[in-house]
Nanobody
Framework: IQLVESGGGLVQPGGSLRLSCAAS????????MSWYRQAPGLEREWVAT????????NYADRMKGRFTISRDNAKNKVYLQMNSLKPDDTAVYYC?????????WGQGTQVTVSS
């Protein structure tokens, strides 16, 4: 099982980024997927979740209206579109899913929001 995030980088406040997570080693289309993030010195926090078929999404209150989670089951990828970024959004972003009592994580991608 492998999750590989990409798309992070340095962006100015108010800017946008689109993160991608490529999944392999499991039947991607049968699992809900989530994004989490971890800022320096803080605990990892949940960002958003999407159902296995992409028909349902849920967001942390702080991200509602700014972030959009989506997926492409044909490509085994999940995405996080982030708009109106703020310095507080600076963190390492992880994609993740839970299966058979275990949670699997990617290595993360760094997002830095700074002028």
């Amino acid at each position: 099982i492998q999750l590989v995030e990409s798309g992070g980088g340095l962006v100015q406040p108010g800017g946008s980024l689109r993160l991608s997570c490529a999944a392999s080693g499991f039947t991607f289309s049968t699992y809900g997927m989530s994004w989490y993030r971890q800022a320096p010195g803080l605990e990892r926090e949940w960002v958003a979740t999407i159902t296995s078929d992409g028909g349902g999404t849920n967001y942390a209150d702080r991200m509602k209206g700014r972030f959009t989670i989506s997926r492409d089951n044909a490509k085994n990828k999940v995405y996080l579109q982030m708009n109106s970024l703020k310095p507080d959004d600076t963190a390492v972003y992880y994609c993740t899913f839970r299966a058979r009592g275990l949670r699997y994580w990617g290595q993360g991608t760094q997002v830095t929001v700074s002028s």
